[in-house]
């Protein structure tokens, strides 16, 4: 099974900037279609932002876009989630997960990482 550990979460003010990333196991990372989800207080999961297996397509959720990217590095099995000109909104527990078949069903997920934005 493919196991997925976010880091790279903490208490950052508004305008501030951070580095999520997503370290997974297992040797076939590089054909996973990956994604970062985020779970705000009292709202459901939403979509962040996704990237192709070999990392020349992304994709936004018009919420972030602009302000985040998302890249990464197959041969060091590493997803990452720059996140730039945060905004208190953007508080939430930050999921890591993973497409095996680019199918839009992720089912490996990481246990988050909390990322909250002061005003």
């Known amino acids: 099974q493919v196991q997925l550990v976010e880091s790279g979460g903490g208490l950052v003010q508004a305008g501030g900037s951070l580095r999520l990333s997503c370290a997974a196991s297992?040797?076939?990372?590089?054909?996973?279609?990956m994604g970062w989800f985020r779970r705000a207080p009292g709202k459901e999961r939403e979509f962040v932002a996704c990237?192709?297996?070999?990392?020349?397509?992304?994709f936004y959720s018009y919420s972030v876009k602009g302000r985040f990217t998302i890249s990464r590095d197959n041969a060091k099995n590493t997803v990452f989630l720059q996140m730039n000109n945060l905004k208190p909104e953007d508080t939430a527990v930050y999921y890591c997960?993973?497409?095996?078949?680019?199918?839009?069903?992720?089912?490996?997920w990481g246990q988050g990482t909390q990322v909250t934005v002061s005003s």
């Open positions: 997960a993973a497409d095996p078949r680019d199918t839009g069903v992720y089912a490996y």
């Open positions: 297992g040797r076939s990372f590089s054909t996973y279609t």
């Open positions: 990237i192709n297996s070999s990392g020349t397509y992304s």
